[in-house]
């Protein structure tokens, strides 16, 4: 699975859009990009996914490049209760069920 | 709630003891998952169940051994654990195994190795 780089932590304040860019230069073609959210001591939760443009839900929307090297999660106007790690995952539609987590970025909500 | 259960949510176990954690899941789900999350480090994927049969086995020592009686259930057994194997210890499930991105995960077991 390709690796991806997020940032380590980030700070927003509550009613703010926060954007979570991450990396995956080696990103393949049947590559998926896929998007989980994880409050301490829970397990983590599906967010988004998506290959290209754009994607939208009733949570977030993620921004995918034309060459799909990388993908920005956007949260709009956070709350205290999205602080919480996010990890930023890619794969290919073939594999045995490997999600490849990463250190995430920790998000802090301020008030 | 993610129709994934898990019990015990906390456990401490000496070495010499032999324990087991439940997971249960009533999502209609194929395939199932043990997880391990320890302290600062990320999730590390241990075993991974399709249809109850075992499809991945991530180098997991042989003092972990995972059981699939049925699709619903899946159960992690635990015998002559190491302090360093205190961890959050996370099930999931998804639709199928593969194409898997969209796995539901339990609140997991929190377990210390004394």
């Known amino acids: 699975l390709a690796k991806t780089t997020q940032p380590i932590s980030m700070d927003s304040y509550e009613g703010q859009e926060v954007n979570i860019t991450c990396s995956h230069n080696n990103i393949a073609t049947n590559d998926y990009i896929t998007w989980y959210q994880q409050f301490p001591s829970q397990g983590p939760r599906f967010i988004i996914q998506?290959?290209?443009t754009k994607v939208t839900n009733e949570v977030a929307s993620l921004f995918i490049p034309a060459d799909r090297k990388s993908s920005t999660l956007s949260l709009p106007r956070v709350s205290l209760s999205d602080t919480a790690v996010y990890y930023c995952l890619v794969g290919d539609s073939g594999n045995t069920g490997k999600l490849i987590f990463g250190q995430g970025t920790t998000l802090q909500v301020k008030p | 709630e993610t129709g994934v259960t898990q019990t015990p949510r906390h456990l401490v176990m000496g070495m010499t003891n032999k324990k087991s954690l439940k997971c249960e899941q009533h999502?209609?789900?194929?395939?199932m998952y043990w997880y391990k999350q320890s302290a600062k480090k990320p999730l590390e994927l241990m075993f991974v169940?399709?249809?109850?049969?075992?499809?991945e086995n991530n180098s997991v020592p042989s003092r972990f051994s995972p059981e699939c009686p049925n699709s619903s259930h899946l159960f992690l057994h635990l015998h002559t654990l190491q302090p360093e194997d205190s961890a959050l210890y996370l099930c999931?499930?998804?639709?199928?195994?593969?194409?898997?991105?969209?796995?539901?995960f339990g609140p997991g077991t929190r377990l210390t190795v004394t």
């Open positions: 999931a499930s998804s639709q199928g195994h593969i194409e898997s991105y969209e796995q539901y």
């Open positions: 998506g290959y290209k």
């Open positions: 169940y399709s249809l109850e049969e075992r499809v």
């Open positions: 999502l209609g789900h194929n395939a």
